[in-house]
C-alpha cells in the first residue's frame, strides 16, 4: 500500500523549532522529488519546499528561506522539514507529497500540486503564545 505519512506537528511559541517527517512507504521514495506544503485556514495550500530527487536540491519559499531545512534520508523513506524561528503566521496544517522525479525538474520547475502522485493527510503546526 502506498503511503506518505507526516508526523512531528504541534503547538509551539513563536520562535520556537519543530522538525516534520515524511515517511513514505509502498514505493521507491529515492525516485521521487518531495514537497513540504502549508494550507492556513481559508487560504490555499502553497509550496514552502521541495527537495529533488537527483541531487537533493532544496528550494524554499520567499516566505520560509532561512528559517526551514529540507533533507532526506533515503535509506529510511523519509523527508524532514527542519522549521526554526517559528512565526504566528506559519500556523496551518503542513502536508507533504512525491512527485516521480526522473529528470529532477519537479522541484525548479514548481510543477502544479495536481501533478503530485502522492499526498500525506497533514499534520498540525501552530505557533502561539
Known amino acids: 500500500q502506498v503511503q506518505l505519512v507526516e508526523s512531528g506537528g504541534g503547538l509551539v511559541q513563536p520562535g520556537g523549532s519543530l522538525r516534520l517527517s515524511c515517511v513514505a512507504s509502498g514505493f521507491r521514495l529515492d525516485h521521487y522529488a518531495v514537497g513540504w506544503f502549508l494550507q492556513a485556514p481559508g487560504k490555499e495550500r502553497e509550496r514552502v519546499s521541495c527537495?529533488?530527487?537527483?541531487?537533493?536540491?532544496?528550494f524554499y519559499s520567499h516566505s520560509v528561506k532561512g528559517r526551514f531545512t529540507i533533507t532526506r534520508d533515503n535509506a529510511k523513506s523519509t523527508v524532514y522539514l527542519q522549521m526554526n524561528n517559528l512565526r504566528p503566521d506559519d500556523t496551518a496544517l503542513f502536508y507533504c507529497?512525491?512527485?516521480?522525479?526522473?529528470?529532477?525538474?519537479?522541484?525548479?520547475?514548481?510543477?502544479?500540486?495536481?501533478?503530485?502522485?502522492?499526498w500525506g493527510q497533514g499534520t498540525q503546526v501552530t505557533v502561539s503564545s
Open positions: 507529497a512525491a512527485e516521480e522525479d526522473p529528470a529532477g525538474y519537479v522541484c525548479n520547475d514548481n510543477v502544479p500540486l495536481n501533478e503530485y502522485d502522492y
Open positions: 527537495i529533488s530527487a537527483t541531487d537533493g536540491s532544496a
